[in-house]
């Protein structure tokens, strides 16, 4: 709708995870770095926590986009909110296993068969698990006993959960499960500086050659969203969008200012 009237080839701040628009903060680039060493190094597991909205989502599609389709299999469960058979059951089918049969003996048979195989071809098994605060306690034992699946002291699979912060609380005392889980992070919002930088970035890879936020428009930006990514998407968005409908040239704190007293957004 605005994009002509600012000169952008895509929308700057959809709130999609696409790596493509990733902006790696000092906090995101230590994230995804630990994470391509949970996968790349056969971790077993591996945590990655971080308020609502901070990148979490974006961050496992980067790092997928970073790992070889030839080299690693990998199943995605953006749902676990299962009881322990059905979330075993939807482990088989993120991996692509059409038929999935309905005893947990055999859902684990095929699983092994699944994980052996790939070992004998070269390559690793990866399951994510975004969403996992909302695991189900009875699931998690589910989750410590994949993490067992080894060959001579080798990992067959790496699991990593993601999820907001009471996830740490919640397998807290799971002391064999947290063991299993050696590398973790936990995702912080945006300072000021970094805030600005991400807004000129998206901005840049939405094809603009200029910044249309004046410094004390993006003051405002950060101190009513604390830094929070998808929080400035959403504040910058629909400032474009009033901006465009006012014919301005560029989106000053008035608008800001208009946006937060309107109580648009939250």
Not at 202 to 219: D, L, M, P
Not at 224 to 231: D, E, F, L, Q, S
Request: positive net charge.
């Amino acid at each position: 709708m605005y994009l002509s009237y600012w000169e952008f080839q895509k929308f700057p701040f959809e709130n999609v995870p696409d790596p493509n628009f990733l902006y790696l903060s000092r906090y995101h680039e230590e994230a995804l770095s630990r994470l391509l060493y949970i996968a790349l190094m056969r971790k077993g597991g591996g945590l990655l926590t971080g308020e609502i909205g901070c990148g979490k989502t974006t961050l496992t599609q980067a790092l997928l986009d970073r790992l070889s389709e030839d080299r690693f299999d990998v199943g995605l469960i953006t749902n676990p909110s299962l009881e322990p058979k059905e979330f075993l059951q939807e482990v088989l089918y993120r991996f692509n296993v059409s038929d999935v049969p309905k005893s947990k003996v055999e859902i684990l048979q095929i699983f092994n068969n699944r994980m052996f195989r790939n070992m004998k071809e070269g390559k690793e098994n990866l399951l994510i698990i975004d969403e996992a605060q909302t695991i189900q306690y009875a699931t998690f034992e589910e989750i410590r006993l994949l993490l067992n699946s080894r060959l001579n002291e080798r990992f067959l699979l790496t699991i990593i959960l993601v999820g907001q912060p009471e996830l740490r609380i919640k397998i807290k005392g799971m002391d064999q499960l947290e063991q299993r889980l050696p590398i973790r992070y936990h995702l912080i919002p945006f300072n000021f500086k970094e805030t600005a930088c991400y807004i000129i970035f998206r901005q840049k890879k939405a094809g603009s050659k200029r910044n249309v936020f004046s410094r004390q428009a993006v003051e405002r930006i950060y101190e009513h969203t604390k830094g929070v990514p998808r929080k400035i998407n959403n504040m910058c968005d629909l400032a474009l969008l009033i901006g465009y409908n006012q014919k301005r040239k560029i989106i000053a704190s008035k608008i800001i200012e208009n946006i937060i007293n309107d109580g648009a957004l939250l």
